[in-house]
């Protein structure tokens, strides 16, 4: 099958592209997130025109989200001028979406028939961008996903590194509860679909995928407090961690992924088995810039 992966420089970009090519069971054909800043519709459908693709793998929200940015109405549109291209071209649509489509205020974990909830201009935009893509392209998959960290891009694991690096005193939340996704994990979940859609499989519609295990930035700063007091360079005595006491409620966007098990086979693992590789890759990265820039010095 022929995949145009769509924002294949971040974090679960990077991953998914070494992965597909790793196994080599799909053509692949990546284009970045800068170059897919397309302002107008033909711009768009050139590119998917070209590519010949049988499916189109649209990272660009997830991918912003998760890395900090924001997006706007114009990155709403280009996600309905891709579905248009696939339609046209009798191609598929795969739009990879966020948690944060949810409020936050169910006690339970959200289903993929919840309604996308958050009045946020994130959440509205992203419930925008999953409306355009399921009424546009017959055979789409929007697929949900907690936060996505990885040692490779700019993420919530890299952000917070550069905080512990930096010292001093961390405020963090805890009243807001998810369960993160590791970048390689949530490239086995894209590349298993794939995998099965590339084979005949008709499983379109919204799907759910997140880690097994709940948590919040204080705990999730915790975690990697204690992988990165292993390495030599950095004192963890010189960081303090402190929950942020805010009058808010408790806000909770873990998600519920029976669907995507019973229809893909894919199970769930723990985001914590990953975090010690990921500060390990971090801080050896790291080190290898600050030597490329000595000897280039």
Known sequence: ????????????????????????RHELESVSSSVSRWKSERHAKKVVRRARADIVVDLRLQGAIDSGEL????????SHWLAKACQRSDASYFLVSSARVFAGDAERGYREQD?????????????????????????????????????????????????????????LDNQLRGCPVESLDAARV?????????????????????????????????????????????????????????????????????????????????WRSFVADNVRQYFYQRQQQQASKEASG
């Open 1 to 24: 099958m022929r995949v145009l992966l769509i924002g294949s420089d971040s974090s679960l970009g990077l991953a998914l592209a070494d992965h597909l090519k790793r196994w080599g």
């Open 71 to 78: 997006i706007n109405e114009l990155d709403v549109e280009r």
């Open 115 to 171: 309604p996308p909830d958050n009045p946020e201009t994130v959440g509205r935009l992203l419930a925008a961008a999953e409306t355009r893509a399921s009424e546009t392209c017959e055979r789409h998959v929007v697929l949900r996903l907690g936060p996505v960290f990885s040692a490779a891009g700019v993420n919530v694991l890299a952000h917070m590194l550069e905080q512990l690096i930096a010292g001093g005193t961390l405020s």
């Open 190 to 270: 894209v590349a298993g679909m794939l995998d099965q859609l590339g084979a005949g499989a008709e499983s379109w519609g919204i799907y759910h995928y997140c880690s097994t295990d709940t948590t919040n930035c204080y705990e999730f700063a915790e975690a990697l407090l204690a992988s990165a007091s292993q390495f030599s360079r950095f004192s963890p005595d010189a960081v303090q961690l402190q929950l942020l006491d805010g009058p808010g409620r408790a806000l909770n966007r873990s998600l519920q992924c029976n669907r995507i098990h019973s229809t893909f086979a894919i199970k769930q693992v723990s």
